[in-house]
């Protein structure tokens, strides 16, 4: 197992992620599969266990604190993650902390996090009414959280404004990082700020959920004539070993198969090489259908409406490539009538576009795709739901 130093730490470079558990046919945690992975991960060096208050509806802490219980405290390090990022009229981090403990059945929390700063959730973070960063420094200090730091799928001028303000806080930060999403997340620019403010970096998504692990015949065969006994995962895998700033890489590993072909990738460092590199960029460019936006803004001059065209037109291409509610979080963001379909269609932005991008044509396809989403504001009613129906079985 490839191990990355952290403040004195010896850190597994792959974590074992829990928001893809094994499940039952009734869609519950396969509890006895699961405890086979973690006694695999565990008997080959893996020593990092990451979970959070949403996963699998709250069962996933409930899971893994009952799988690791079997081993020594000393031997294992686990990050859990305040969901600061639900929408709700209210939050209380005490709460929430103290039931997050007793759920995973420890009692500190060796690393943990502000899950997902971004756009729909800093202000909440950094309200001084909810209490919630002088709450987490608190436990800090009492040494119930060993290790702070935050999660963010938001945008690169919001990660710079959080760093800002709590960048002295933050021990480290976890990011979507992967070779498609390297432009079309801006994942590589993220990559870089972290880098120069001194952050170390824990990836997830490294195989986009999946979609990287299984490529197109032409590309896996022109992997597999380089690597022939490489796993299409593990180029993913080996495209983030030779980034310097990368610490943690997390899997969301749902079966045995799947962790231990990914053990035997992080059995030695191995990074692919330059002209590799190049080739992935390469392929990616292939995977996405991006709009030619350069981001010159001419066409926000024009809009009667004032719409941020070039974000939409930026996560159009995300959300064609993924239509996730997790990708269309900046637009929840936006008050309704800076949304895309507020757009007046009335041709504008089009006539002044140097790329010629049919913008109302887009705004209409935009909206057309976020239409078949489930909004983050519903998604965060069901979580809580499902929680309240968990904690009353406890």
């Known amino acids: 197992m490839i191990f990355k130093e952290f403040q004195g730490k010896q850190l597994s470079n792959l974590g074992f992620g829990?928001?893809?558990?094994?499940?039952?046919?009734?869609?519950?945690?396969?509890?006895?599969?699961?405890?086979?992975?973690?006694?695999?991960?565990?008997?080959?060096?893996?020593?990092?266990?990451?979970?959070?208050?949403?996963?699998h509806s709250g069962a996933s802490e409930i899971a893994i604190g009952k799988s690791l219980s079997?081993?020594?405290?000393?031997?294992?390090?686990?990050?859990?993650?305040?969901?600061?990022?639900?929408?709700?009229?209210?939050?209380?981090?005490a709460a929430i902390f103290e039931a997050q403990l007793k759920k995973c059945g420890v009692e500190y929390f060796d690393f943990y996090l502000l899950h997902n700063v971004c756009e729909t959730s800093v202000d909440?973070?950094?309200?001084?009414?909810?209490?919630?960063?002088?709450?987490?420094?608190?436990?800090?200090?009492?040494?119930?959280?060993?290790?702070?730091?935050?999660?963010?799928?938001?945008?690169?001028?919001?990660?710079?404004?959080?760093?800002?303000?709590?960048?002295?806080?933050?021990?480290?930060?976890?990011?979507?990082?992967?070779?498609?999403?390297?432009?079309?997340?801006?994942?590589?620019?993220?990559?870089?700020l972290l880098t120069q403010r001194g952050i170390p970096v824990w990836?997830?998504?490294?195989?986009?959920?999946?979609?990287?692990?299984?490529?197109s015949d032409?590309?896996?065969?022109?992997l597999k004539a380089l690597r022939p006994d490489a796993s299409i995962a593990s180029w993913g895998f080996r495209f983030l070993q030779g980034l310097p700033n990368v610490t943690m890489i997390l899997s969301g590993m749902s079966n045995m198969e799947q962790m231990v072909d990914n053990v035997r990738t992080f059995s030695e460092e191995n990074p692919i090489n330059q002209s590799e590199t190049?080739?992935?960029?390469?392929?990616?460019?292939?995977?996405?259908?991006?709009?030619?936006?350069?981001?010159?803004?001419?066409?926000?001059d024009g809009c009667p409406v004032g719409l941020d065209i070039p974000l939409m037109m930026s996560?159009?291409?995300?959300?064609?490539?993924?239509?996730?509610?997790?990708?269309?979080?900046?637009?929840?963001?936006?008050?309704?009538?800076?949304?895309?379909?507020?757009?007046?269609?009335?041709?504008?932005?089009?006539?002044?576009?140097?790329?010629?991008i049919p913008i109302p044509e887009i705004?209409?396809?935009?909206?057309?795709?976020?239409?078949?989403?489930?909004?983050?504001?519903?998604l965060c009613r069901q979580r809580e739901e499902a929680q309240r129906k968990l904690l009353a079985k406890e």
């Not at 079997?70 to 981090?93: N, T, V």
């Not at 996730?324 to 006539?351: F, H, N, S, Y």
Request: glycine content about 6%; overall charge negative; hydrophobic content about 35%.
């Open 203 to 215: 990836v997830m998504e490294p195989v986009r959920g999946g979609k990287l692990a299984k490529l």
């Open 363 to 378: 705004m209409a396809e935009l909206t057309q795709i976020l239409s078949g989403i489930v909004s983050w504001t519903e």
């Open 70 to 93: 079997r081993y020594p405290r000393e031997r294992w390090f686990l990050a859990d993650k305040y969901p600061g990022h639900q929408i709700s009229d209210s939050y209380d981090p």
């Open 218 to 222: 032409e590309n896996e065969e022109t």
């Open 18 to 55: 829990t928001m893809r558990l094994p499940l039952k046919a009734d869609g519950t945690i396969d509890q006895s599969q699961m405890d086979a992975m973690v006694d695999y991960a565990m008997a080959h060096g893996v020593n990092y266990f990451d979970t959070a208050w949403p996963y």
């Open 315 to 356: 996560l159009c291409s995300e959300l064609r490539y993924a239509p996730t509610t997790v990708g269309a979080m900046p637009i929840d963001a936006l008050p309704e009538e800076k949304r895309p379909a507020a757009c007046l269609a009335c041709g504008k932005c089009k006539q002044i576009c140097p790329q010629g």
């Open 278 to 300: 190049d080739l992935l960029f390469r392929l990616a460019e292939g995977m996405k259908n991006q709009i030619p936006c350069t981001a010159c803004r001419y066409c926000c």
């Open 124 to 192: 909440t973070y950094l309200d001084p009414k909810w209490g919630i960063l002088d709450y987490f420094r608190e436990q800090k200090r009492l040494g119930r959280i060993r290790h702070l730091g935050f999660s963010t799928h938001g945008r690169v001028e919001m990660i710079r404004r959080f760093l800002d303000i709590c960048g002295k806080d933050m021990e480290f930060c976890q990011i979507q990082l992967n070779y498609l999403d390297w432009t079309l997340q801006n994942a590589g620019e993220k990559y870089e």
